[in-house]
């Protein structure tokens, strides 16, 4: 009975330890992964890869939801995940280390949006990793615009404003807003996040007839079917690497790869007036690379003509120094307007 015990009390510590340490046991997973260039070995080795033979332990994967097979790591069984998180970790590394510094840039502004959105995943926060590499004005093939790479027709349903003064997709703040309405409808109609990411990029419609086809609503299972695009049947498995990738950078050997962007504290500054912010730079001593860095939405240096309430997105800092400032740019802004209009009206008034 004593050794009952015993081995009962260590099989109990030792599911615990499996449960909270799966890492440690998953050793030869991430051997799999120690190259930094890309080779056709490598590759091999990755596909065949057996969880079963060659780790001491891995996570099930079955009937799990994709986050949770994400974050237990059991879903590095699927052979296409295993493929991408080889192929970023080698041929894509470049790619793989902008986008991870860029995403200290914008993701603490990112993170504020998503706590007001307690419904939405917070790994969905990383799906600019894939669209854009985190960078809000990267430009697709097929013209998709933004850190979450909307093309025209889908901002326009989603009411955001592309003019001569503006390009809210990449505005950091309304196209996330924007993505989080977008993928919240997704999920409520297709009911499954693995589904809905997969519309997001290759549309409603192709995910609703790949299901007809197939009468499955397993993501895996529609990806095998061939009934979607390739660009779509990749997009969950390449998401799904480079969450992993992020969420456990030094296990994959990439940590000391990254230079980490000093972090800044942003906060919001409104105008009263249109104003050039090249001039708002000289007056108030603000790097003219930072406002475009936070309001990327810009077409010109000009703000909107109806700036009443326009919003700019500053540090902290720069913030202060906006403020102190304040009176003596206003004031120079309501001279240009009224010099403006009066050389309108009189234009002898040159000569």
């Not at 799999?32 to 780790?55: A, I, M, W």
């Not at 926060?125 to 790479?149: K, M, Y």
Request: with cysteine; net charge neutral.
């Amino acid at each position: 009975m004593k050794y009952v015990k015993s081995a009962f009390i260590l099989f109990f510590v030792a599911a615990l330890f499996f449960s909270r340490n799966q890492w440690v046991f998953s050793l030869g997973l991430f051997e799999l992964f120690s190259e930094t260039q890309y080779s056709g070995n490598g590759l091999k080795k990755v596909q065949e890869f057996n969880p079963e033979r060659d780790t001491l332990y891995l996570p099930g994967l079955e009937n799990k939801k994709l986050f949770e097979s994400i974050e237990d790591l059991s879903l590095c069984r699927n052979d296409d995940v295993r493929k991408y998180i080889y192929l970023y970790l080698t041929s894509g590394r470049e790619y793989l280390i902008k986008s991870i510094e860029r995403s200290y840039i914008y993701i603490d502004i990112i993170n504020d949006i998503m706590k007001k959105n307690p419904d939405i995943p917070s790994e969905v926060t990383l799906l600019p990793l894939l669209e854009s590499g985190f960078d809000p004005n990267a430009v697709s093939r097929s013209n998709a615009v933004g850190l979450w790479q909307f093309l025209q027709s889908t901002s326009s349903y989603l009411d955001i404003k592309s003019n001569k003064w503006v390009e809210e997709r990449r505005d950091i703040e309304k196209s996330t807003e924007a993505a989080i309405r977008h993928l919240r409808y997704l999920n409520r109609t297709l009911r499954s996040w693995d589904l809905a990411l997969a519309a997001y990029n290759g549309g409603e419609g192709q995910i609703r007839r790949a299901i007809d086809r197939t009468d499955s609503r397993n993501i895996w299972d529609l990806i095998k079917s061939g009934n979607l695009t390739k660009e779509t049947s990749e997009y969950v498995p390449r998401y799904a690497a480079l969450v992993i990738i992020y969420n456990n950078q030094r296990i994959f050997g990439i940590e000391g790869d990254i230079k980490i962007p000093s972090k800044e504290k942003t906060e919001i500054v409104k105008l009263n007036y249109q104003m050039n912010i090249n001039q708002l730079s000289q007056k108030c001593g603000i790097d003219p690379d930072e406002i475009r860095r936070y309001n990327p939405e810009l077409n010109t240096p000009l703000t909107p003509p109806s700036s009443e309430n326009y919003t700019l997105r500053l540090t902290s800092d720069s913030a202060k120094k906006f403020y102190l400032n304040l009176g003596g740019l206003y004031t120079g802004i309501v001279a240009y307007h009224q010099n403006y209009i009066l050389t309108q009206l009189y234009p002898e008034l040159l000569f």
